[in-house]
T-cell receptor, first 112, second 113 residues
Framework: GQQLNQSPQSMFIQEGEDVSMNCTSS?????WLWYKQDPGEGPVLLIA?????ELTSNGRLTAQFGITRKDSFLNISASIPSDVGIYFC????????????FGQGTELSVKP | DTAVSQTPKYLVTQMGNDKSIKCEQN?????MYWYKQDSKKFLKIMFS???????INETVPNRFSPKSPDKAHLNLHINSLELGDSAVYFC????????????FGPGTRLTVL
């Protein structure tokens, strides 16, 4: 079935560093979303993007909906220890009942 | 004030057994979902319901049967459990479908021995 290619799979960074991760798809999505999952919890929405080219920020997080509608990236600036977790991109089509197609996740570790 | 709750949090059972996972949302949402997260953390949708009506059924084995007694509840019943059913199952809800934020429950970790 449809799958998103998310990279990198994991990152080990120092506190204060900036982080970048991205997702690509072979098909066009109407919406791109970024979620974060903490251990033992469900995913929590960070940013939702609805238009091609859209650039949206949420605090230290910035995400963009690619012009081709087949990709998206998420940047985290000045990382802190609580940024640790798994970050997932997800794509969504109209008229598909709200179904989310998830990337494989990027596991982020931050060293204090 | 839990938004999406699931019970149980952990479920350990033998192969061949039948088990249920319950999900409730107090957000007044119309749409509810079940997702499965495998051992590699990959999340895949299984079902969605809108106002108690099945909308999505993603070629899940028919041993899995969702039931929505009302729009605030979506339970997942699994018959004849297999080793490969071991995973974390997440319930989620959204106001409607496309374009609305999906709120996820804390997950149920199912282990089949």
């Amino acid at each position: 079935g449809q799958q998103l290619n998310q990279s990198p799979q994991s990152m080990f960074i120092q506190e204060g560093e900036d982080v970048s991760m991205n997702c690509t798809s072979s098909s066009i999505f109407n919406t791109w979303l970024w979620y974060k999952q903490d251990p033992g919890e469900g995913p929590v929405l960070l940013i939702a993007l609805y238009k091609a080219g859209e650039l949206t920020s949420n605090g230290r997080l910035t995400a963009q909906f690619g012009i081709t509608r087949k990709d998206s990236f998420l940047n985290i600036s000045a990382s802190i220890p609580s940024d640790v977790g798994i970050y997932f991109c997800a794509g969504q089509w109209k008229n598909q009942g709200g179904k989310l197609i998830f990337g494989q996740g990027t596991e982020l570790s931050v060293k204090p | 004030d839990t938004a999406v709750s699931q019970t149980p949090k952990y479920l350990v059972t033998q192969m061949g057994n039948d088990k249920s996972i319950k999900c409730e949302q107090n957000l007044g949402h119309d749409t509810m979902y079940w997702y499965k997260q495998d051992s590699k953390k990959f999340l895949k949708i299984m079902f969605s319901y809108n106002n108690k009506e099945l909308i999505i059924n993603e070629t899940v084995p028919n041993r899995f049967s969702p039931k929505s007694p009302d729009k605030a509840h979506l339970n997942l019943h699994i018959n004849s459990l297999e080793l490969g059913d071991s995973a974390v199952y997440f319930c989620a809800s959204s106001q409607t479908g496309f374009g609305d934020t999906q709120y996820f429950g804390p997950g149920t970790r199912l282990t089949v021995l």
